[in-house]
């Protein structure tokens, strides 16, 4: 048996909260990725199963790898619609936010969110949450906000009601945010809740591929050039990172999704504790950065500590104001700081 969330009073008042309310919205952080988008999609299949049709929302574009998910055409995208998602927010009565602890990682929509008068549920699985909602499920323990949701619905009994339209956003949310279930998905509970989704009919294989398996010609070359001519390694201190300059998005026709899983590829070197993605962004003076560790290196630490940003242990992102070259700098102060942990 899976182990429950929820006490009695917290589980029956998420029920009637989902039952009751009229105008809901699903909202995410920015820069979409599949657990966000899976939990999201997989709690409008469980609402539109009590006859709701809840508001799908994200704050900005999401990879074109994901774009195949079941009811992935219903998602609004607030950047281009933010008139009509202002609107709906000032009406809803309740807001579920699902994948991010903070306002703030929902960028342009964070005002709006904040100053809806609905009463909102937080489901997540980042650390220190810092929303005020009338009930939080935060479990920074579990491989996902995917699996948090699966597990609040199979405590609800609802499961057994959902099919592939719930089944297959919640089984891409656990394993993108796993690499696959190559990481943080020792928990054996992990595999039982698969065998679940898999009672739904699901193709585990093709989401795979349709994930990990789909991208560009250029996407392809773009790694090649990553791994040849940008990656430096430091292997006294057992790390690595690498740049993408605005000039290397336009030469291998950069698109949204197409930088996925590229900060893991490093990793590979024996020995290696931590890898660090510098992107640069294709407008903005900003560079958007990536961390990835193993075992017990605190890749969040470095994050929060040097890169503006945070995360779980072994995967963190953060962002930084100015050139490639200053962030290059920062990563050099990062390592040089944190260089008895990675030794």
């Not at 009509?84 to 000032?90: A, C, H, M, Q």
């Not at 009601?161 to 020792?186: I, W």
């Not at 900003?286 to 990835?292: A, F, G, H, K, P």
């Not at 075992?295 to 470095?302: H, Q, R, S, Y």
Request: aromatic share 8%.
């Amino acid at each position: 048996m899976l182990r429950e969330l929820l006490s009695a009073e917290e589980a029956q008042r998420l029920l009637q909260l989902m039952q009751t309310t009229e105008t809901v919205v699903l909202c995410c952080h920015q820069n979409p990725d599949g657990d966000a988008l899976g939990s999201m999609l997989g709690m409008a299949d469980v609402l539109r199963q009590m006859g709701k049709e809840p508001l799908v929302v994200v704050p900005d574009q999401y990879p074109d790898y994901l774009q195949w998910l079941p009811n992935s055409e219903k998602i609004v995208r607030y950047d281009k619609r933010r008139d009509y998602v202002d609107t709906v927010l000032r009406i809803a009565d309740l807001v579920i936010c699902l994948d991010f602890n903070s306002f703030a990682r929902t960028a342009d929509m964070a005002d709006a969110l904040a100053a809806s008068p609905a009463r909102k549920v937080l489901i997540d699985h980042h650390p220190e949450p810092a929303i005020e909602a009338e009930l939080s499920v935060s479990h920074p323990e579990m491989s996902s906000t995917c699996e948090v949701l699966f597990r609040i619905v199979w405590q609800l009994g609802l499961f057994p009601s959902l099919g592939r339209h719930f089944a297959v956003p919640v089984y891409c949310g656990m394993m993108t945010d796993t690499g696959g279930f190559t990481y943080n998905s020792s928990d054996p509970d992990i595999f039982y809740i698969i065998s679940q989704l898999l009672t739904k009919h699901i193709d585990k294989d093709k989401i795979y591929r349709n994930v990990f398996h789909n991208y560009s010609e250029h996407r392809l070359r773009l790694v090649g050039h990553v791994l040849c001519n940008r990656l430096v390694v430091d292997a006294e201190r057992h790390a690595a990172y690498f740049t993408l300059t605005r000039d290397d998005l336009k030469r291998f026709r950069f698109v949204k999704g197409d930088a996925e899983g590229l900060v893991n590829m490093p990793l590979q070197i024996k020995g290696l504790k931590l890898s660090i993605s510098l992107r640069q962004d294709t407008e903005r003076d900003m560079v958007w950065v990536s961390l990835r560790s193993v075992d017990d290196f605190p890749c969040n630490e470095v994050a929060a500590r040097f890169f503006n940003g945070g995360g779980h242990l072994n995967a963190s992102g953060g962002r930084l104001e100015g050139t490639v070259d200053e962030a290059v700098a920062t990563v050099r102060k990062a390592l040089a700081a944190f260089e008895d942990k990675l030794k």
